[in-house]
Structure formats: C-alpha cells, structure tokens
C-alpha cells in the first residue's frame, strides 16, 4: 500500500492550513466513496488525506427566510429526507434519492458530490483526465467515446460533469461557499467548474487548499421546477443525460427560464438557447419541443455518442414538460 | 437383475415434486464457505503483474526490488524475456507476501520493459480484401495456438486440415510439449502433411473458412418467392462470476499439494495441475464447498492456478491465495465469442423455408474461433455458409453457458422473424409452419410452442410490426427455438449403508448453485425410501469418486444415474439381509416411509434402523457408476427442444427497451425436482434479459485495453430489470420416459433473440445487434425514419 498520513482536523482553519498548495500531495476526505476507489484504482495517490467529517461546522441543514443552508457534510440522504427540502426544494430531493444506492447515499456528501471526479472510463483506466497516447493522439476522440461530451467538447476534456444532483440545485440558483488561506468567498454554483485544458487543472474551480464549507440557495422560488434523468437502468446506473429547468412565470407564459443539462459537457451545462427559446412563450409541446432543439443546436457529437445530443434534447424537453405539470412527483 | 429404471409417476415419492434446495439456509445465513472465504492458517497472499498492452514482447524483467522488500516471500516469472504476449493483463510476474498490501508494492516495484507490438482488437466486418484463406500451419503457428490457450482438440483438427509447413524436430515437439500441447497435437504434427511452399504465406487477421454449402443454394435463392435480408450480431461478453476465479493452494509436504480452487471441475482438476507440477495427480487434493458461478468459465487450474502451487512451493509449502481482482477476472478469464453475420433467407410465398445464406464473422480472441451452428434448428434445404474468424487480442474465449447457441439462435431467429414480418405472417405461424425441417423435435417444438403463447398472451399481443403505436411508448413481442444435447458425464459415487441406518454419499461432483446436491439426495432419498435429511451427502473433494466436470448440462444426468444404480444395489442388498426376518423374499420387499416391509402386507416390516441392524457389525459399501452398460437402462438421454417469447416496451424517444414479460416453456426429459428445474430457467432467463440489453467487453482500438473491466460499466441486469418470468416445464408422458437430460444451458440460448424480435415487432425495425442499447435502438429508428 501506498503509505499515506491521515489527518483528522476539527475546525476548517485546521483543515486548511493542513492542505497543501498544490495539487498532488493532499486530499480531502468526506464520505470517501469517490476518493476511496481512486486511490485503489491508483489514479491519485495523495501523501497526506484530511478527513473533515470531524468539523462539526461543516454539517447540519437549516432554512430560514434568506434561504436553504446545506452544510459540506450533508449526506445524500439527509438531502433526500429531510423534510424542508421536501416540501420547499422537491426536485432536489427528488435527485438525491435517484442518485447511485442506499449504501452510497448514506455515506456520500454533499460537498463530495460537487467535488466527485469524472466516471470517464479512460480516466479512470489511468489515463489520465485528459488522455493521450504515446503520440499525443487523443484517446477519446480516437476511441469508445459512447458516453462523452456532446457540447463544450472542442477542447482536450471530453468527460462529462458526473453529479446528478447538480443540475437541479443550478436551477435552484444555489451558490457555493469556500474558505481557503485567503479566507472565504462565494460563487454562483455554476461557476464553480471549469474546463481544464491542460492535465494539470482540475474541473473544479478549486484551490488544492480551499475547502468547500457549504451549499446555500435562495428562498422557496417563485417558480416551477423540475429535473429529468434519462438511465438506461432505472436504478444504480450512471446516467446518459440529465436535465433541469426553473421557469418563472408571468400568467400562463414563461417569464424567464434557467436550463441546465448534466452528462452532456464537461461542465453542467447552462443553454441560454433554450431559455430565449422559452422566454414569453406559453407551456405547452410545442414550445418545449423548441427549447429542447434549442438546447443542442450546438452539439458537436464525437464519432460514437450522436444518440446523446437525442437524448439531451429528450431530457430538457421532458423536464420542461414536467415543471409545467407540477414539479417532482 | 435389479431393477435401475426410474420409477413411474405412481412409485415416485420425491423425483419430481416441487423441493427446496437442501443448501438454502447455509446460503443465505452467509454459512456456506465458497473458495474466496477460504483463509489458512499462515496464509500468504499472492498478487500478478499484467502486462498493460494488448500485443507485446517480454525484453526484459528485473525483480531484484521485490525481492528484497520485507513480507515478500517468494516470486515466480510466469512469462520469461522474449514470451509473446497476446492480450492486454495477461500474467508476467506473480508475488507472494504476508499481506495484501505488501504484495502490491512488490508488483510495483518489478521493472518489466516491453517491445510493444501492433494489437487488434475490433471485431467489425473484415475489410475487403483482408481475409486469407485458412492454410498450412507454421511452427510459429502452433506456438501461438498453445500461447493462446486453443483447446488441443481444434489444434488437432486444423493440423489435419491443413498439414504443416515444415516437419516440427523433436526438440520442437518436446517443447511444444512444454507449453501444453497434449500427445494427439504431437501425433497430428507427426503424421502431418507437409506444405513447404506455404511458409512465405503472409499472415492476416481474418481467416476465412472454406464455404459450406447443403443442396444448390443459388438455384433455391434465385426460385424463393420472398426473400428477406439481413445483419445481426451478437458482440464478446464476459463471464462475470461474481466469485471471481482463483485458488489457494499449500503443499502438506514435498510431494503432496492441497488447493482449494473455484471450479466446475473438482474431479478434474488433478489431472490438469499433476504435469506442469511433476506430480502424480494422486498426490494432488482439491476442495471446494460452493462455487459462486462459472458458466463455463472454470473447467481448468488456469496458468494462475498453477503458478499458484509454483509460488506456494518456493514459499515453503505455506498457502498462498491469489483470487482475481474484478478487473482481471473480467479482461483475462473468460469471454463469449463474438458473432456477426449478413443473411438472406428465402422462402415460398406460404412461408416454406427454401434457402439459407449467410457471410458470418466473429473473434473467440487470439485463436480465431469458429463458426455458430446456423442455420440454428431449422435444416432448411439449400444453404451456403462462409465464415471468417478474427485472430485479436481481446483475450482468450471460454465456453459460455450453451457455447455457439445464443449467437447461432441470433443469427437464425431474428432472420427468419424478418423474413415473417416480410410474409406478413404472424411468427408463431410462420415457425410453426416449418417445424418439419426441426426433425426430430418437431412434436416437442409444437407442443411447447402452443404452450408458450397461451402462456404470453400472444394472440392479444401480437401485432403486425410497428403498427400498434401510440406516442412514443410502443410494445411488441418475439419468440425464438433452441435446442440442446444434455447427456449426463461419467459419474461415480459411493453410497454406504451403516448397521445403525445412518447412510452417506460420496462423490467428486459439485454444485455450481443449480440444485446438485438436492437432486442427489431426492435420487438417493426416494429409491431408499428414507427423508432426504437421513443421508450424508458429501461433494466437491478428490477423495471421493470422480464424477464429470460440470459443462454442457451434463451434471443431472450423469450424477442422478449413478445415484440411482448405487442407491438400487444398496438397497436390494439390505433387502437380501432382512429377508429371512420377514420370512420373505428379497423381491417381495419395499422400502417406503423410512420402513422396509413385504408389498401389501403392512403387518410384516422393519424400521429402517431395525433392518440396517440387519446388515450384521460392518457397513457396506456400493460404488454406482454412469454409464453402465452392464446395469440398463440406460437412464439419462440427450436432445431437448425449448421455445421462449419475450414482451417488451420500447421508448423510442430515447431507445430505452423494458422488458415486460418473458415465457420459457422447457423439456429435459424427466424431472428429478421440478423446483430447481423452474430456478435454472428464471436464471437463465435473467442471464439472458442481461446479455440482450447491457452486456458488451469493450475494447479501446488505441491502447487495446478493455474500458468497461468494472460493474459500473460492465452492465448487468438488476432487480429492476426483471420483469414478469413464466416457467413451465414439460413433464409427463412423452417427457418423463425419456431418462433425465440437463438443463443448465438451453434455456440461456433463446433470449437474446426473442428479445431482439420483440423489439423489432414494437418499433418495426431490425436493431442489429445486442445489447440492444439506446445508441443502438436509436441508430435503427433513425435509419428507418430515413429510409
Ligand atoms: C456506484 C456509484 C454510483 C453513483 N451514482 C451517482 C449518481 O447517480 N449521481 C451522482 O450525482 N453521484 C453518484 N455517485 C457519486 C457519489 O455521489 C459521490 O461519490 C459522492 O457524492 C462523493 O461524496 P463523498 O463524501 O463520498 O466524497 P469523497 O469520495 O470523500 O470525495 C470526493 C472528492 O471530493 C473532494 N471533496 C470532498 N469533500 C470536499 C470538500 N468539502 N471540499 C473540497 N473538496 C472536497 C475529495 O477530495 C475528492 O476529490 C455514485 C458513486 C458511486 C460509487
Ligand atoms: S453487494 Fe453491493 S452493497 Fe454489498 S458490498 Fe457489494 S457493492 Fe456494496
């Protein structure tokens, strides 16, 4: 086994300055369902892992009138019980007890969903987040690449952004806090991932010695809310595209709209194409069906993944659809 | 002469009924102990090197670092500098350590440089022009073969093919020898004809088989009334056992080895280690309790195994464990060939089969691999059949649950569902018309066949193709026909009575989880007429007497055969005892209800335990054997038929296939527990619904590794994918009289065809190929859309 050193802080100032300033040598642990099979799979191999499921700070979920608060620890499954966000967030509980398995809910995290690597099967094959063969030949693109990116894929990443829940908590308008040696800041949740363009980045805008310390999103919206996932498996399967959208609406027509797809970039994918599609035009399949075509007028399939710009635009189409009808089931 | 025959449906007490498996509550309860559970006292662990590319040549290996690092204790160079390697994680090096951990350091710390060489591993349509003749083999040739791991029966039958090169020397053969090669290789490459001007043969890829043909195909395709086209395809896809392959292996003393392996073949497992060990396969003992799946997988040590025993050695004697990791255990053992094919069936306008052709392609890996039997069931008249192997670097194939069959059944019944739907003609019809040309199973395909679709519902489901949608949810529903041999193996046991009436059984079978042991004591329970619980059994040890491998269904037959002639001797011998007592003869007594009695008379009998007292102060002891001759009948046969329908619900917005409902109507002759029986086909059933809709080895064309060597990629069907399963076995007159047949593959044959007709009766287009997945069901919408 490849020797580590095993950190347990108990405040976020502790587990910050325990981190390092590169990426490499350290990582955060949180429920570890990510991080574990990585290090097995030998594609990172930190010397030194904080834990920070002993920052007592980092947990808890609390509504107020300024809105949801999600602590870094909060478990998949807290987000799927819990019962403000039940009946105040539906959808985001709804993407939660879709997402992976009862076992795996209960120990994942909020923040390590945020933070969970691609499933990109040649990264996680060693070779590499954005790999290449001996030549410089793009593996990917070269290659099996069934289940990659259909937009935002011109560059050298053509994973797709893994979270499920993502999307939705987009659509929610969620902001992440983080804290860092520089102290703390917050970003729009969309803004938090990035493309890398060189092996060396990471997907995340995230420092290797910031921590995320928690989720916020705005109070209960004023609008109609939904998520879709398209799996070829009902349950405990990764899926092949996913969608949410939150319309806020004036009369019987559409105000404004935020589209978000998952599984298609790499990076959660915001579609303004779609949300102009929308914007003052009444619900109904005919206008869905046009912010859906809308949504990937810009895909550029890779050789093996056409059926995924299908799929895209089957899942913004039906989540629209399902916001209009009432949300989450 | 006893009287061996199975008893009549009046006479049976068990045979047949409806019995829970007698291994239930230690399985459940987490009791059972399966080879990966099995931990020695001062138990090492050992952990292999693969080589990360799919073609490459052994330069060199410096394991001076392993070897030095604490806890390792011993390391054995599986492939020596200049071995040529053939897939991607074959072995190289193997460690032994005191722990898991050390011994992955000790992997990392070998240096292995390799030449890399140009791989393969697609198995798409071969290019135009690529394919080579099958020809004279080189001695280079045969090295590859025996590389490869090519069963020695098909390395004989291409050297009488084809002949040889150049005559092999003996040093040649001596090594060939040494890499596996069994005295009929020897033999074929002695008495081969030799082709000297053949040596300059460039080698391809793509080895194309001489054409088969039956009758005059072109004259009956060009007369056929309606013809119908078509390309369907089945891909590689693995094993998947769930308890990985792998063994534990100790050696007691020098010369004696004891291991615990994972396998389908206990008897025969001495006999493969007792060469490359340079032992007597006496002094080899295997053990195995339960088996956690192997589908064909499991039948030989495995090169691991054997450098298990190698290391364990060096180690002096110490156990040492190397079970495959999951990855390994999916990239290196064991993969179902690959199967493509381009048909055109004819036939006349009222359905009547006339022609078959077909261009059929597939890989079984490096060794090529042969063509399926097609047409599958149906002998149509006139046919032409030409197959081109792929030699790749997938790695190597393995028999797989009904090997050839579930590809020869995709080929065939999804071309002639086309060529129905292209007659217009309801399916059940249109096979049901052709049934002649299933000879000799024609009555049995009837009868099941009518069977299965009241049992599906057909009549109300069936629909023209395409015609019955509404929205983008549309359903449909396909059949297919299967057939299987199922003869039971060689098979010994020992059956003992005790003068205190307790019995016990004893043989070297096993139980792969498909009700063995259970059937061995209602066997040995009904002819004794005692409770099942009152007899020992005891399986899955080299002690005991060999019993057949378990393959090709073969294990019910061959292990209730000689159960039944133990259990009948046993008996009449106890009879022979108790006799006088009863003031009877021995042919006027029965045994029922755990009494031995005089026949019609209830006041003349013994407790089972008073007549064993009988048997005087020893036990005795009676070996049942199958075959034999010398006590018929015969009681197990061969040849089933089989139909299944399957219901799907296709949404074709984005291509995801459900499937709703599937029916499996089986016969294997007599039933010996119709509960396990009904098991084996909702097993085979879900193995089925997995391997139509998810599974698939995918191969990277650039690093030649498999990307999907996980079961997060490597799909497999779960809880939510079942759908309603209809059993019904066929038992009775017609069935029972026929001796007892396997099981354990035919009902894996079908599905994938009765899924793939099902789905293009609900979207009225063919998907070509399995797994029938969203890209691919798209794919085809699009093309008809298009067309
Ligand atoms: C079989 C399986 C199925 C799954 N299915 C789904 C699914 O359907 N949908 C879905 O969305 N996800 C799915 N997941 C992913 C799962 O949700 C994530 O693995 C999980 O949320 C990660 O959380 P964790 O606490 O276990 O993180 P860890 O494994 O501990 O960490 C994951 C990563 O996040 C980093 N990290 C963790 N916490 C912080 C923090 N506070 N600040 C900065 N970095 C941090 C770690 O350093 C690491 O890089 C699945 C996972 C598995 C194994
Ligand atoms: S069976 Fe499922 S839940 Fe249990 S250990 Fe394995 S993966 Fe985890």
Request: a negative charge; glycine letters at 8%; aromatic letters at 6%.
């Amino acid at each position: 086994m490849r020797p580590f050193e095993y950190v347990s802080p108990t405040t976020k100032a502790q587990a910050v300055s325990l981190l390092g300033a590169s990426w490499g040598g350290t990582e955060i642990l949180a429920g570890g369902t990510d991080l574990l099979a990585l290090m097995k799979d030998d594609i990172v191999s930190p010397k030194r892992l904080v834990n920070i499921k002993n920052i007592r700070d980092l947990r808890g979920i609390s509504s107020s009138p300024q809105g949801l608060r999600m602590g870094a620890l909060t478990t998949l499954a807290d987000l799927a019980d819990d019962a403000g966000i039940k009946k105040n967030y539906p959808a985001l509980a709804e993407a939660a007890i879709e997402a992976a398995s009862p076992q795996i809910r209960n120990m994942a995290t909020l923040a390590g969903n945020l933070c969970q690597r691609p499933r990109c099967w040649y990264f996680r094959n060693g070779f590499g987040l954005l790999p290449k063969d001996e030549t410089g030949n793009e593996l990917v693109a070269d290659g099996d690449n069934r289940y990659h990116a259909i937009l935002g894929n011109e560059g050298p990443a053509k994973f797709v952004s893994p979270s499920t829940i993502v999307p939705v908590l987009i659509a929610y308008e969620a902001k992440i806090r983080l804290e860092g040696p520089k102290g703390k800041r917050e970003l729009p949740l969309e803004k938090f991932f990035v493309i890398p363009k060189s092996e060396n980045e990471r997907e995340h805008d995230l420092g290797p010695n910031e921590i995320v310390t928690e989720v916020v999103v705005p109070p209960v919206p004023n609008a109609k809310i939904a998520h879709y996932e398209i799996r070829q498996k009902d349950v405990f399967d990764w899926p092949l595209a996913v969608a949410a959208v939150a319309l806020k609406m004036q009369g019987s027509n559409v105000e404004s709209a935020r589209i978000v797809m998952g599984y298609v970039a790499p990076v959660p994918w915001m579609s303004p194409e779609a949300e102009q599609a929308l914007t003052a035009q009444p619900l109904d399949q005919e206008t869905a069906q046009k912010a859906a075509e809308a949504a990937v007028k810009d895909a550029k399939p890779l050789s093996h993944n056409e059926y995924k710009v299908q799929l895209a635009r089957v899942a913004v189409k039906r989540a629209i659809l399902k916001a209009a009808s009432g949300g989450a089931a | 002469m006893p009287d061996y025959a199975w008893p009549d449906q009046e006479h049976r007490t068990l045979i047949g009924k409806r019995i829970t498996r007698v291994d239930s509550p230690v399985k459940v309860s987490g009791q059972a102990k399966y080879t990966y559970d099995v931990h020695r006292p001062g138990m090492l662990y050992g952990k292999v090197l693969r080589c990360p590319y799919a073609h490459a040549k052994v330069v060199s290996i410096d394991t001076s670092a392993a070897e030095r690092m604490p806890g390792v204790k011993a390391v054995e160079i599986v492939q020596k500098p200049n071995a040529n390697i053939h897939w991607a994680g074959d072995d190289v090096v193997a460690v032994a350590a005191v722990d898991e951990p050390t011994a992955e350091d000790a992997i990392r710390a070998i240096q292995v440089e390799y030449q890399k060489l140009p791989h393969l591993v697609s198995d798409a349509e071969p290019p135009q022009g690529a394919t080579q003749e099958e020809g004279p083999l080189s001695m280079n040739d045969i090295d590859d073969l025996l590389d490869n791991q090519v069963p020695n029966r098909q390395i004989v039958e291409k050297i009488q093919q084809y002949g040889v090169t150049e005559k092999p020397t003996e040093d040649k053969l001596k090594s060939f020898k040494s890499s596996g090669a069994n005295d009929a290789v020897l033999n074929a490459l002695r008495e081969a004809t030799v082709h000297p001007e053949a040596a300059s043969r460039p080698k391809s890829n793509y080895e194309k088989a001489a054409a088969q043909t039956v009758g005059d195909p072109d004259k009956a395709m060009a007369e056929a009334e309606v013809v119908s086209e078509g390309l369907y395809g089945v891909p590689v896809i693995t094993h998947c056992c769930l308890e990985s392959h792998g063994t534990i292996s100790e050696w007691p003393d020098a010369d004696h080895l004891l291991t615990h392996i994972s396998t389908q073949n206990v008897s025969g497992i001495p006999g493969q280690m007792a060469e490359p060990l340079a032992i007597p396969a006496s002094n080899i003992h295997v053990h195995q309790d339960h088996v956690g799946g192997g589908f064909g997988s499991k039948f030989s040590p495995d090169r691991w195994g054997i450098f298990t025993a190698q290391i364990s050695k060096k180690a002096q004697g110490k156990p040492v464990r190397i079970m495959l990791e999951r990855d390994a255990e999916l990239e290196v053992a064991g993969a179902r060939p690959s199967a493509y094919a381009r048909v055109k069936v004819g036939a006349k306008r009222d359905g009547t089969l006339v022609a078959w052709q077909s261009e059929s392609w597939g890989t079984g890996g490096p060794g090529g691999g042969g063509m399926p039997p097609i047409p599958y069931v149906f002998t149509i008249p006139h046919q032409r059949k030409e197959h081109t192997a792929i030699r790749n670097n997938i790695g190597p194939a393995r028999a797989w649950r009904a090997p050839n069959h579930p590809q020869a059944a995709v080929l065939t019944m999804c071309a002639l569902d086309d060529l129905a739907a292209k007659l217009n003609m309801d399916p059940v019809e249109f096979f049901g018309k052709n049934l002649d040309i299933t000879k000799p199973r024609q009555d049995i395909y009837r009868e099941e066949l009518g069977i299965a679709a009241n049992l599906m519902g057909w009549n109300e489901k069936w629909h023209p193709r395409a015609q019955n949608r509404s929205g983008n949810i549309t359903r449909g529903v396909g059949l297919s026909l299967h057939t299987w041999g199922g003869r039971g193996h060689n098979s010994d046991c020992d059956l003992t009575l005790h003068p205190d009436g307790s019995v016990d059984l004893k043989l070297g079978s096993q139980d792969l989880g498909t009700g063995t042991r259970t059937c061995i004591l209602i066997v040995a329970a009904d002819t004794l007429g005692v409770p099942m619980d009152a007899i020992q059994l005891e399986i899955g040890d080299t002690t005991y007497p060999p019993s057949g491998g378990s393959g090709g269904s073969t294990t019910i037959g061959g292990v209730s055969s000689s159960t039944r002639r133990a259990a009948v001797d046993a008996r009449d011998l106890l009879f022979a005892k108790v006799a006088p007592t009863l003031d009877a003869q021995p042919d006027q007594l029965e045994c029922v209800n755990g009494r031995v009695g005089v026949k019609g008379d209830s006041h003349r009998s013994l407790s089972w335990k008073e007549a064993c007292a009988k048997l005087g102060a020893m036990p005795i002891t009676v070996r049942g054997t199958n075959p034999d001759r010398t006590k018929p009948p015969d009681l197990t046969n061969s040849g089933v038929g089989g139909v299944q329908m399957a219901e799907v619900e296709v949404d074709t917005d984005t291509g995801i296939v459900k499937v709703e409902k599937m029916v499996a109507v089986q016969d294997c002759g007599l039933v010996i527990d119709l509960k396990t029986a009904e098991s084996q086909c909702y097993g085979a059933l879900i193995m089925g619904i997995s391997y139509s809709l998810f599974e698939e080895k995918v191969m990277d064309p650039t690093t030649g590794r498999m990307l999907n060597a996980n079961l997060e990629f490597y799909r497999l069907a779960g809880f939510n994918d079942i759908p309603e399963l209809v059993v019904h076995m066929m038992t009775g007159k017609g069935y029972d009289e026929r001796g007892v047949i396997g099981l354990g593959e035919p009902p894996v044959v079908s599905p994938g065809a009765a899924i793939s007709n099902a789905v293009a009766n609900a979207i009225g287009v063919r998907v070509p190929f399995l797994p029938l997945t969203p890209d691919r069901v798209l794919a085809a919408l699009g093309q008809k859309a298009g067309a």
